[in-house]
C-alpha cells in the first residue's frame, strides 16, 4: 500500500517537472472591428516551434475571462486569425488599454504561454450629444462676454479619434469657446458677443458641430434653442466636485448608486435645478438612469463586475432659465464581501482648545471586521478634507490626530466621517461620524466694520442727540467676544472731547454732549477704541469724522445798500435811459453756506410797476424799458433778499431813484426825504426862507458891482458831503442842458452820498476851471453871456439832535437846501439874478 502511494506521488512530481510556466510570451496588437478570418499572427513561428508539432501537442487557444472568443488558432499552420470582430467599446468602454488575454496550452509536455491581444481603437464613431437639442433662456440684459455652458458632446473613441474641436454656425450675437476639463475632454461654452433684444428677436436657432481627430474626421451636430428672457445670475453649484462609488457586482435593480446635489442662490424658477446626464456611455446608460428632480442615480440594470467594474459619466445641473455645471461621477463595482468592517470610539477628546499644536491627539477607535483572512484586514481613514488623521497603533487600533492648526472662529465644529475597508475581494466599506467640537481661546481683537466712520449732524442739534453708532465684532466666544466702547482721551478746539462727545459703552451710540455752530465749528475727528471682556483683553481702535452740516439759521446781510435809518441812497437816472440800462446793484451776503447762502433778489414794490427789473441772482437793478417823459421822477423800489433754506430767510432795503438829468429840478429832491421827520423842519425852513429873502435885497447891490467880471462857469457844491467808496458807487456822468432859469450848459460828475443825510448830492470836477469855494458866506458870478447871476449863501444854526435830514425848498428866486448833523443845522441859498 505504501509503495503504491509512492509511486503515484513520483509520477504527479515528474508531472510537474514536466510542465513550464511562461507569462507574457506573445502580444499582439489589432484594429478593432477587423474583419472575420483575418490573420495578425503566428504562434509557432513566434515561439520557434514547428508548426506540424501544434497538431501533435494539441494545441490549443483557451481565453482567460473572455465571455465571447474573437481570436482562434489555426493548428495546422500555428496562424492567429479573427474569429468574430471585436467592438473595444463595448468590450473597454472609456479605458485606454482594451486587452484579450488568452494561453497557449501545449501538451506532451505541459506548456502554458500567455497571449495578449490589444484592440485598437479606430474612428468608428461619430461623436453625439446627450441631447438633440440645447435649449438656452438668455435674458436681454445679459452683458457681453457672459458664456454659458453647453455640455460635452461624447464619442465613444479614445485619443486622437474623440472629440477634438467644435464650430458654431456664424449669427450676429454669439461665438464658441472650447475648453478642456480636468480629464481632458473638450467642452463648448457659448459666448454673448452681442447683447440680444427680445423685441426684435425673441428666438435665436444655432447649429453647433462636435468634430474628432480621425482620418477621415467624424461629427455630429446638435440643435441650440436660445429664448431671449430676463437676467439669471447664479449658476447650480455641486456639494462636491467629484462623486467616486464603490458598487458592489451583487446590487439590485433600483439601488441608489449616489445622489448628486447642486444648489442654486437664485429664487423661484431661476433656482430650481435639474439634472440630466451629460456624457454617458451606452453600455452605462443601459445600467443606470438618473431621476431628473433629486439627483439620484440609480441601477436599472444587472451589474456584472466580469463585463465591467468601471463606469464613467458627467451629470449635468440646469437652472430655470438655462445656466448649467457639470460633475464627475465614478463608479467603482466591486466583488461580494460578507461583513463590513465596525469602527467603535474608544476615548475621544470633546471639546479640545482652539490653540492645540499639530499632531495633538484628541481620538481613539478600534476597527474590527468578523470576516478571517485577506478579507480581515482593514485600512481606516478620514474621507473629508479636514486638519485630522488617523495615525495606525496597535494592531486595528487608531489615533485621531491634529495635522495643522485649527481656529475656532473660522470652523467651530468638525464632522468626521472615517471610513474603514477590508481586503477582501470585493472589499467592504463602513464609515462612522464623529462630531468634534473646539473651546474657545481670546485670540481675536475686536475688529470695526468700517475702517472709519462718517457722522453728519445739523447745526443747532439739542444736547444729547445721536449722531452715528460705530459696531466691532469680535469672533471670540462669550465673555472673549462681549464689546465695550469708549472715547480716546483727546481735546477739540482746546475742549475735553467728552465735553463735545459722549459714546454709549454697550452699543456704540455716539451722542453729541452740546449744541454745535456751523459758522464756528464745522468739523473734528475722535478715536473710539473698542475692547473685548477677555484675559487678558484685546482691543482695537477706529476713526470718526464728525461733519456738522449747515442749517439756515442766518438771513441775508445787505451791504449795499444800507439799511434805512442809517442814510439816504439816492440814484440819478437819466431820463434817456434805454431798456437795460445798468441803474443800481444791491449788494448782500448770508453767513449760512450751499444752499442756504444762495441768494435771489425781487423787487416787491416800486412806483412804477414794471419800470424797473433786477437780476434774480445778481442784484442787478435796469431799466425794464425806455424812460419816458410821462414816468415819474421819483421811484422808490423795495428789494426782498431771499436765501434758499428751508425755511428761507430774507432781507428788504429801499432803493430811492431820481429820474432827472436836469440841475433845475433839483429842488424837487425834498420830496424824496423822510417824511416821517418831526414838525420842527417845517419851522426851520420858514425861519431860513425870511432870512434868505432879508439878505438877498441887500445883495443884489453887491451883484450889479461885479457884474462885469470875467465870465466864469459856476461849480455848485452842497455842504456836508461825505466820501462815497468807490466799490460800490462808480462815477456816472450826466449832461445837463441849459433849461429853465439856467440858459447856459453845464456839465457835472454826480455821486451818490452814502454815509449821511448831511447832503442828497454832491457836484464836483466842473469841466471850467473857475468854481465857487464854500468858506465864504456870499459868491456872486456874473455870466457875460446871458446876463445871469448866481448867488450861493451858506448859513449854520443849532437844530434839533435828530436824524441827520437834509431838505430842499424852491421858490423864484432860487432854492434854499437846510442839513441837520449832530444838533446843528447849516442852511445853503442858491439863487440867480
Known sequence: ??????????????????????????????????RRGHVFGNVAKDLGLDAKSLVARNARLDADGVSKRFTELEVRTGALIVSEPADREELCGLRASCVLKYELVLERPLELHSVVVNIEDINDNDPHFSTEKIKLEIRESAAKGTSYFLGEAHDADLGQNAVQGYSLQNNGHFSLHVRTNSDGGKYAELVLDKELDREKEQEVTLFLTASDGGNPSRSGTVVIHVTVLDANDNSPVFNQPLYKVNLPENSPVGTIVVKVNATDADEGANGEVTYEFSRLSEKAARLFSLNNVNGEIKIVGSIDYEEE??????????????????????????????????????????????????????????????????????????????????????????????????????????????????????????????????????DNSPVFEQQSYTAYVMENNEPGTSISSVTARDPDWRQNGTVLYSLVSSEINSLPVTSILSINSDTGVIQAVRSFDYEKFRNFKVQVVARDNGSPPLSSNVTVSVLISDENDNSPQILYPAPEGKSLMTEMVPKAALSGSLVSKVIAVDADSGQNAWLSYQIVKSTDPGLFTIGLHSGEIRAQRDITESDSMKQNLVISVKDNGQPPLSATCSVYLLISDNLAEVPELKDMTYEENNSKLTFYLIIALVSVSTFFLTFVIL???????????????????????????????????????????????????????????????????????????????????????????????????????????????GFVSVSWKGGSYKVSYIGFS
Request: hydrophobic share 35%; aromatic share 8%.
Open 309 to 442: 467594474s468601471y463606469y464613467e459619466m458627467r451629470v449635468q445641473a440646469k437652472d430655470g432659465l438655462g445656466s448649467a455645471s457639470d460633475v464627475k461621477v465614478v463608479i467603482d463595482v466591486t466583488d461580494v464581501n460578507d461583513n463590513s468592517p465596525e469602527i467603535i470610539i474608544k476615548s475621544l477628546t470633546n471639546p479640545f482648545p482652539e490653540n492645540v499644536i499639530p499632531g495633538t491627539e484628541v481620538g481613539i477607535i478600534n476597527v474590527q471586521d468578523d470576516d478571517s483572512g485577506q478579507n480581515r484586514q482593514v485600512h481606516c481613514y478620514i474621507q473629508e478634507n479636514v486638519p485630522f488623521k488617523l495615525n495606525p497603533s496597535i494592531k486595528n487600533y487608531y489615533s485621531i490626530v491634529t495635522t495643522s492648526e485649527v481656529d475656532r472662529e473660522l470652523i467651530a465644529d468638525f464632522n468626521l466621517t472615517i471610513t474603514a475597508t477590508d481586503e477582501g475581494s470585493p472589499a467592504l466599506t463602513s464609515s462612522k461620524m464623529i462630531h468634534l467640537s473646539l473651546s474657545d481661546v481670546n
Open 1 to 34: 500500500m505504501r509503495m503504491r502511494e509512492l509511486m503515484i506521488c513520483l509520477s504527479f512530481f515528474g508531472f510537474l517537472l514536466a510542465v513550464h510556466f511562461t507569462n507574457g510570451d506573445l502580444s499582439y496588437s489589432i484594429p478593432e472591428e477587423m
Open 703 to 813: 451883484i450889479v458891482a461885479v457884474r462885469f467880471c470875467h465870465r466864469r462857469k459856476p461849480r455848485l457844491l452842497f455842504d456836508g458831503a461825505v466820501a462815497i467808496p468807490s466799490t460800490y458807487l462808480p462815477p456816472n456822468y450826466a449832461e445837463v442842458e441849459g433849461a429853465g432859469t439856467l440858459r447856459s450848459s453845464y456839465n457835472y460828475d454826480t455821486y451818490l452820498t452814502t454815509g449821511s443825510r448831511t447832503s442828497d448830492f454832491k457836484f464836483i470836477t466842473s469841466y471850467n476851471d473857475s468854481t465857487l469855494t464854500a468858506g465864504g458866506t456870499l459868491i456872486k458870478c456874473k455870466n457875460d453871456t446871458i446876463g445871469t447871476n448866481l448867488i450861493t449863501l451858506t448859513s449854520t444854526g443849532e437844530g434839533d439832535e435828530e436824524d441827520n435830514t437834509v431838505t430842499s425848498l424852491s421858490s423864484w428866486f
